[in-house]
């Protein structure tokens, strides 16, 4: 058998399944590659509200610290309810029971009594409501408040709309990188998400105490809240 004969046998053996590799043709990109990052922003007024709201209580007995919290917590959840805040909008976020000491020095810390606390997060979907609604939790026991944190109940439209701007923002730019190189941007090739982002405003705390249930209604401003996402774009130039 010839040498040409013998090399086209042995190209028609079949070949094993393992040793069967598919490659993908390299794809050659005839131009410049630019990627530009960019920040798409909208604005939207916040219309949801959560406040930690709770009790904290001190008492000689642990049993007795419980009895008196459990006891304030009963009627600050039943104002809640009374007040049109829906079950779902509550929610339990702490329970704690801790001995309080006294200390001197050189001598063994000594057992004083037991502080109890039970707190809530909830959350108000009115939010020019949620003032007056903190304002009848104090008269009914909360004596620790903290918040609020001001967030957006429903956010995929303004996340939209900040991915629509940022889209917007590169193509801008990719525009001004051509200009001064002497290009123009022929196509987008591909385009990935950072993420959308929106920062709630820094959270304040306030320390409720019995004797403000006669203070001025406490206020709670929604203000404006902005909603970004963040892309990167992958452009053509030539």
Same mark, same amino acid.
């Given at each position: 058998?010839?040498?040409?004969?013998?090399?086209a046998?042995i190209?028609?053996?079949?070949v094993?399944?393992a040793?069967q590799?598919a490659?993908?043709?390299a794809?050659?990109i005839?131009g410049?590659?630019?990627?530009v990052?960019?920040?798409?922003?909208?604005?939207r007024?916040p219309?949801v509200?959560?406040i930690?709201?709770g009790?904290?209580?001190?008492?000689?007995? +642990?049993a !007795?610290? *419980?009895? $008196?919290? /459990?006891?304030?917590?009963?009627?600050?959840?039943?104002a809640l309810? #009374?007040? @049109?805040v829906?079950?779902?909008?509550?929610?339990?976020?702490?329970?704690?029971?801790?001995?309080?000491?006294?200390?001197?020095?050189?001598?063994?810390?000594?057992?004083?009594?037991?502080?109890?606390?039970n707190?809530?997060?909830?959350?108000?979907r009115?939010?020019?409501?949620?003032g007056?609604i903190?304002d009848?939790?104090v008269?009914q026991?909360?004596?620790?408040?903290?918040?609020p944190?001001?967030?957006?109940d429903?956010?995929?439209?303004?996340?939209?709309?900040a991915?629509?701007?940022?889209?917007?923002?590169a193509r +801008?730019? !990719?525009? *001004?990188? $051509?200009r /001064?190189?002497?290009?123009?941007?022929?196509?987008?090739?591909a385009? #990935?998400? @950072?993420g959308?982002?929106?920062?709630?405003?820094?959270?304040p705390?306030m320390?409720a105490?019995?004797?403000?249930?006669?203070?001025?209604?406490?206020?709670v401003?929604?203000?404006?809240q902005?909603?970004?996402?963040?892309?990167?774009?992958?452009?053509?130039?030539?």
């Amino acid at each position: 058998m010839t040498r040409l004969a013998l090399a086209a046998a042995i190209a028609a053996l079949p070949v094993p399944a393992a040793a069967q590799v598919a490659t993908a043709p390299a794809v050659m990109i005839d131009g410049t590659i630019l990627d530009v990052s960019a920040t798409g922003t909208t604005v939207r007024v916040p219309d949801v509200a959560t406040i930690r709201a709770g009790v904290v209580t001190q008492a000689p007995t +642990a049993a !007795a610290a *419980l009895a $008196a919290n /459990a006891s304030r917590m009963a009627r600050v959840l039943a104002a809640l309810k #009374a007040a @049109g805040v829906a079950e779902r909008d509550v929610q339990t976020s702490n329970i704690g029971l801790q001995p309080q000491y006294r200390y001197v020095q050189n001598e063994t810390p000594v057992v004083t009594g037991y502080q109890a606390t039970n707190m809530v997060a909830v959350r108000f979907r009115d939010i020019a409501r949620s003032g007056t609604i903190l304002d009848t939790l104090v008269k009914q026991g909360a004596n620790q408040i903290e918040g609020p944190t001001l967030t957006i109940d429903k956010p995929d439209a303004a996340q939209d709309e900040a991915r629509v701007d940022a889209v917007a923002k590169a193509r +801008a730019r !990719a525009e *001004l990188y $051509a200009r /001064a190189a002497g290009l123009r941007v022929d196509r987008i090739v591909a385009i #990935a998400e @950072g993420g959308g982002n929106m920062p709630p405003p820094p959270m304040p705390m306030m320390m409720a105490r019995a004797q403000s249930s006669d203070a001025a209604e406490s206020k709670v401003a929604a203000g404006e809240q902005d909603v970004s996402v963040s892309i990167t774009v992958r452009f053509l130039l030539k």
